[in-house]
């Protein structure tokens, strides 16, 4: 009809920091396409891989942004990672909705003056309990989640100490520093929302020698494995919150 327009769909940035085992690739796909499956279908997803190329434009050209996993290390601050940092820094304080996964996580605590390291207990890994604070109760996307729930979890590194002013919201019982919010807008998570079941499997059946030699059951590991319907579901809430920051 004459006079009429297309509504804009909300665009989303995906910064992918890095890749999968080629293996866990070959079968399941990328990083990002378990994030472009699990976010609303009303986003425009924008993939960029901030390996090979800095963060597209500005923050504010975006209405939401995802930050991925990586096989790197944020403490070995590789130059893509240091100059995607800075970026989100800025992303923070322009208020852009942002949601940082494992490295993601990290990175969002580093940029923001929080320190990143080896866990001294080593990997955490497999299907594990996530408990809230009472903090989450307050806020936009862990209220609207159980107190406790399963995620899916694979790290050697961790946020060892939260950025000034940030606010805690979970932990497990290996990683104290489990999910957190600073400001309005901007979370970290350390669990994968983005893995299901399989590709957890998949993820311990690549380890399963580096986890004997690091004195883990990887059996025991793989056989805990179980759905994550809750730790999943904080996706589409992401999703919910950025297109409803439009409005």
């Known amino acids: 009809m004459a006079g009429t ?44 891989d901030v390996t090979q190329a800095p963060p597209p434009g500005q923050p504010g050209d975006w209405q939401g942004i995802v930050i991925t996993g990586s096989p790197a290390m944020v403490s070995e601050r590789a130059a893509w990672s240091e100059t995607t940092a800075a970026w989100v820094r800025q992303a923070v304080e322009a208020g852009v909705p942002l949601l940082g996964v494992c ?10 003056g929080g320190k990143v390291d080896y866990h001294p207990g080593g990997r955490e890994t497999g299907t594990q309990s996530v408990t809230l604070f009472d903090s989450a109760q307050h806020d936009p996307l862990f209220s609207q989640l159980p107190k406790q729930f399963p ?35 901007a979370w970290g998570v350390q669990f ?22 690091e004195g883990l059951d990887a059996n025991a590991l793989l056989s805990s494995v179980q759905p994550a319907p809750e730790a999943s579901q904080l996706l589409r809430l992401f999703a919910d919150w950025v297109m409803m920051q439009q409005h």
């Open 5 to 48: 327009q297309t509504p804009h769909k909300t665009r989303v940035v995906i910064l992918k920091t890095g890749s999968t085992y080629p293996q866990i690739r070959d079968q399941f796909g990328d990083f990002d396409a378990w994030f472009a499956r699990a976010l609303s279908s009303h986003l425009e997803l924008t993939i960029a």
């Open 151 to 185: 995620a899916q979890l694979t790290h050697k590194q961790s946020v060892i100490e939260l950025p000034p002013g940030a606010v805690l919201l979970g932990r497990s019982t290996f990683e104290p520093h489990q999910a957190f919010r600073v400001g309005k807008n």
């Open 192 to 213: 994968h929302p983005e893995f299901d079941e399989q590709i957890m499997k998949a993820y311990l059946e690549v380890q399963y020698p580096d986890l004997e030699t």
């Open 103 to 112: 490295y993601g996580h990290q990175l969002l605590a580093h940029a923001l």
